[in-house]
């Protein structure tokens, strides 16, 4: 089945960085997805994104199919952007899994 | 429009009893999952269904059973409790081409 990495496992940040986030994938998706785990456990979509850039607020996806990845930048961050952050993936032309990966824990300190 | 409602959101079960996970949505998707989530493995998916009446199994399907009689219903049955199955676990709903949203979770102990 479909493979996804995600990049960095962790990261620690000082309020007001910004920060890049990488997801890759090893077959073609019809379906990718950015979510954020909060440290209650709510898990909350961000991002619908199979292909393109898509922009809310000080969040950012790009995902640039032909090549397997993703990209989700957090600028400005703050400390309620803590939690998890996972990518999500269906395989083009096969099953309607949804696969994630395991997710980049972000850490942000005022 | 409550989305996503699961319940119950904390369960302690002792080895061998039997429980049902209930999860309901009320925005008329297709599509409906339960994924498993344990420590370091990020969500693992173990049931899924396209519609009613369609399911079919994901990574992790040993010991669960699931069935799709209507549209907003996908309870997940827990057979013979293990504490293999202590988890959290999340319901998701989803229509294609659009984002997946997701219960607030279950909590589950089994001693």
């Known amino acids: 089945g479909i493979q996804v990495e995600q990049s960095p496992p962790d990261l620690i940040l000082q309020e007001g960085a910004n920060s890049t986030l990488r997801c890759n994938f090893s077959d073609s998706v019809n379906n990718l997805q950015w979510f954020h785990q909060n440290p209650w456990g709510q898990l909350i979509n961000l991002f619908y994104i199979p292909s393109g850039t898509k922009q809310n607020g000080r969040l950012s996806a790009t995902t640039v199919a032909t090549e397997r990845y993703s990209l989700l930048y957090i600028s400005s961050s703050q400390t309620t952007d803590s939690g998890v952050y996972f990518c999500?993936?269906?395989?083009?032309?096969?099953?309607?899994?949804?696969?994630f990966g395991k997710g980049t824990k972000l850490t942000v300190n005022p | 429009n409550a989305g996503v409602t699961q319940t119950p959101k904390f369960q302690v079960l002792k080895t061998g009893q039997s429980m049902t996970l209930q999860c309901a949505q009320d925005m008329n998707h297709e599509y409906m999952s339960w994924y498993r989530q344990d420590p370091g493995m990020g969500l693992r998916l173990i049931h899924y269904s396209v519609g009613a009446g369609i399911t079919d199994q994901g990574e992790v399907p040993n010991g669960y059973n699931v069935s799709r009689s209507t549209t907003e219903d996908f309870p997940l049955r827990l057979l013979s409790a293990a504490p293999s199955q202590t988890s959290v676990y999340f319901c998701a709903s989803s229509y294609f081409g659009y984002g997946t949203f997701f219960g607030q979770g279950t909590r589950l102990t089994v001693v």
């Open positions: 999500a993936v269906r395989s083009q032309g096969g099953s309607e899994k949804l696969v």
